[in-house]
């Protein structure tokens, strides 16, 4: 058995483990406010102090304290979260996992928050969500296997979540949830420890499969062996499979064609980046749905400093509810302004389309005339042509008001490169780097 003070260390890991998972300093606040009362080789009991950050705590963040408490402790820890008056809730109901019963493991994994009804449509992920829909309604009979792309934190990770969660609430069937990583690791222990066929049972008898990041599998020959059949039994059984990725299957380095044939064979549905209105209205449930009180002057603040992710939204709105509670401040834009200071990069300088030309001019190397110009020549049309699909994506400018900062050039011309340029930055892994390496650099 660990000494207190080992144990202590070992709770400061996971406290960091926990803050690196969420890449955002703001669940700091709400870790903090966590007391362990007791930690041995059975059991950690966590306390609280008011039913706020009680309810807070085991609504955000609980299930991730479970898994990584296991993973970095052992399995047999069992967690229970208390309110400092002595009020206990045996929240971990979960038998302890040994061995090789990882389908616990797997299945504890379903992040409960993450549902059909609360998932946010847009224009952006309007597919994605319809298939996500027809999938939870029908598993097995409809667009199987799915396959659901995008970047990061565009609602991936919700939507396959949010299948699982329905098919399991509905229709009671056996759902494993893992991310590829988590697959991979499961693997090779199952490997050292000559279980293959507990690893083999566990994964091929379950009536829905939900793969999350499957791009992490490239190069690794054995588990895509071990995915290929898996698939191959599940489907034969009329199984649903879901895999998400942050690219197309044919621009996953290093996948077997057997494996990108299966991938391939279903539904491919993508989610984009989502406009300033769709991010409002995600700031605007998620508020709601954690009993955050915020107006439509921080939404929109909340919206514009954030180009596309939205786990960047919900940190933000993590940050404001923490501070709000913690100072027992009411939120407003300046107080949401000078909390979100550090963690927001300046914007007393929008980005522009200046910005973008001089952007553009200076990565290609050519003169910011040239992209006014009429000049047709390839080395300027294709520059030009991100440019424009940079103005649109990156600022508030209608089709006209590019054309006009681009030598007045009519609206069609840049509608058509817009949708260029958009269909190159989703099917051209060459073309999606130069344009995230240019915005990175405003």
Request: net charge negative.
């Amino acid at each position: 058995m660990l000494m207190i003070g080992e144990r202590m260390k070992t709770w400061e890991t996971i406290k960091q483990t926990l803050i690196n998972f969420y890449n955002d300093s703001s669940v700091d606040p709400w870790l903090n406010t966590l007391n362990v009362i007791s930690f041995d080789n059975n059991s950690l009991i966590i306390s609280v102090p008011d039913q706020f950050s009680y309810d807070w705590i085991k609504n955000h963040f609980l299930n991730d304290i479970i898994r990584v408490v296991r993973d970095i402790d052992g399995n047999g820890i069992e967690v229970s979260l208390i309110l400092e008056d002595g009020n206990t809730d045996e929240i971990n109901n979960i038998e302890p996992v040994k061995g090789n019963q990882f389908i616990d493991k797997v299945e504890a994994e379903l992040r409960e928050k993450y549902s059909l009804e609360n998932f946010v449509e847009g224009e952006c992920n309007k597919f994605a969500f319809a298939a996500a829909q027809a999938v939870a309604k029908g598993p097995g009979h409809t667009y199987n296997p799915l396959f659901i792309y995008g970047g990061v934190g565009l609602g991936k990770t919700h939507l396959v979540n949010a299948i699982g969660n329905h098919i399991k609430k509905e229709y009671k069937l056996y759902v494993i949830y893992v991310s590829a990583e988590a697959f991979v690791n499961d693997l090779v222990h199952h490997l050292k420890t000559n279980k293959m066929d507990s690893f083999r049972e566990t994964y091929r008898n379950c009536d829905v499969l939900l793969i999350d990041d499957i791009e992490f599998i490239s190069n690794k020959e054995k588990t895509q062996e071990e995915i290929f059949h898996t698939f191959n039994k599940l489907y034969e059984e009329k199984k649903q499979i879901v895999f998400t990725s942050d690219r197309l299957p044919k621009e996953i380095p290093g996948i077997e064609e057997r494996l990108r044939s299966r991938f391939e064979m279903g539904l491919i549905a993508d989610i984009q980046a989502p406009d300033v209105e769709t991010k409002v209205a995600i700031v605007k449930k998620k508020a709601e749905q954690n009993n955050i009180d915020i107006d439509d002057d921080i939404a929109f603040f909340l919206a514009y400093n954030t180009l596309s992710n939205i786990r960047e939204l919900e940190g933000y709105l993590t940050r404001l509810s923490a501070y709000a509670y913690l100072t027992k401040t009411k939120l407003n834009i300046n107080v949401a302004k000078e909390v979100l200071a550090s963690v927001i990069k300046k914007k007393d300088k929008w980005v522009t389309i200046e910005d973008i030309q001089k952007a553009i001019s200076l990565y290609f190397k050519i003169k910011v005339s040239d992209l006014n110009s009429q000049k047709r020549m390839r080395y300027i049309a294709y520059p030009r042509q991100i440019a424009m699909y940079l103005a649109r994506t990156l600022t508030n400018a209608s089709f006209p008001e590019i054309g006009t900062q681009f030598g007045n050039k009519d609206h069609s011309t840049v509608i058509h490169s817009v949708n260029k340029i958009d269909n190159l930055y989703k099917t051209d892994q060459s073309v999606k780097d130069v344009i995230e390496k240019i915005k990175k650099g405003l």
